[in-house]
């Protein structure tokens, strides 16, 4: 985003607004915040896709950009990405790619040909670099022509045989880290981007695809599906149907653990209520993701026949349900003598 003010700084346009869809990922707001600029919200449609007559109704010459998130976070393509980039592109702004999703694209999708003018790219959920523990995280940036000279620096270039930082771009945004950031994440990323190759790359991506849809496929007859459309990398259910029971998708994620399962992500998107987002990603085997299955199938059939016996899951780990208000308002970071832990 400070690519995009240093941009619309250079054009002598303070344009203050940037367009986030409530669809896309949870972080663009404190992204565009951080940079100065006001987040406005886009509303969806009943296909769960950006509904292109709000961009239409949003955007006028004090947009800077909107910030897309594609596929978005149900798991939906959006369709009508070329006709929203021409709508904005329109009015002078510039179209914006959160790449948290790429894992969907990879090898398959050009990001310059939806439309974008410049895209970050999530390394440490597409490309084999560590997410847990809050990071590191990498973010490497992609932009289009014209926009090259706003880059952070130092550039990489060549010259001869040679590599060398650059250092002077006169309309850079500067440093945005000491160093040069989470560089070792970086070189992992590279090194899996190596090894696969590009058609590895886009058997991963379509391996994702695959596997989402069999998730889906499996469990609609069980758990309420708001968008009953083929997904692309990760598909979304509610609980709305063990609510009839009194069971909640909190309920459902404690159940998992004492199946073995880590939770997947619930309560987002905040478009869904009692949403419970499935991701499996490419590398679980059909084993595994029917063994998934069979967990969520005993769960659904215990929501409806001895509720009771999900509100006290988990009853296998080690610690069952925490205070997770109490831990979020007032963590303890560090551990004392005579804390009992």
């Not at 690519?3 to 344009?15: G, H, I, L, S």
């Not at 391996?207 to 459309?229: E, G, I, M």
């Not at 409806?304 to 509100?311: A, Y």
Request: hydrophobic residues 40%; positive net charge; charged residues 20%.
């Amino acid at each position: 985003m400070l690519v995009v003010k240093a941009y619309f700084a250079d054009k002598m346009q303070k344009r203050t607004k940037v367009l986030i869809p409530d669809t896309a990922h949870g972080t663009n707001p404190a992204s565009v915040s951080m940079c100065g600029f006001k987040a406005v919200s886009v509303k969806s449609n009943k296909d769960g896709i950006i509904d292109k007559k709000s961009v239409a109704a949003a955007m006028d010459e004090d947009v800077a950009a909107i910030m897309i998130t594609n596929p978005n976070t149900l798991g939906l393509f959006e369709t009508d990405i070329k006709e929203i980039s021409d709508i904005v592109h329109e009015k002078g702004g510039l179209m914006y790619g959160d790449g948290a999703n790429l894992n969907a694209f990879m090898g398959v999708v050009s990001a310059g040909k939806t439309g974008l003018d410049l895209i970050h790219i999530n390394l440490h959920k597409t490309f084999s670099t560590p997410h847990g523990g809050g990071g590191p995280g990498s973010g490497p940036l992609a932009v289009k022509k014209g926009l090259d000279c706003y880059l952070p620096v130092p550039v990489i270039k060549k010259k001869d045989q040679n590599y060398f930082f650059d250092y002077d771009i006169p309309g850079s945004i500067g440093k945005i880290k000491s160093f040069y950031g989470n560089f070792l994440i970086c070189v992992r990323a590279y090194t899996y981007i190596l090894s696969m190759g590009g058609p590895g790359l886009e058997r991963a991506s379509r391996t994702a695809v695959v596997n989402a849809n069999y998730l889906r496929s499996k469990l609609k007859k069980l758990y309420d599906l708001p968008y009953d459309t083929p997904c692309l990398h990760e598909c979304v259910f509610t609980d709305k149907k063990q609510q009839e029971h009194g069971i909640s998708t909190l309920d459902i994620a404690k159940s998992l653990i004492d199946y073995g399962f880590h939770p997947p992500t619930i309560y987002f998107p905040l478009v869904v209520d009692g949403a419970l987002m499935i991701e499996p990603t490419e590398t679980e085997s059909k084993q595994t993701l029917d063994l998934f299955i069979d967990a969520m199938t005993s769960i659904a059939h215990e929501a409806e026949h001895n509720p009771q016996k999900l509100k006290t899951a988990p009853v296998k780990s080690r610690v069952g349900r925490v205070d997770e208000v109490l831990a979020a308002r007032s963590p303890v970071l560090r551990w004392s003598r005579g804390s009992g832990m």
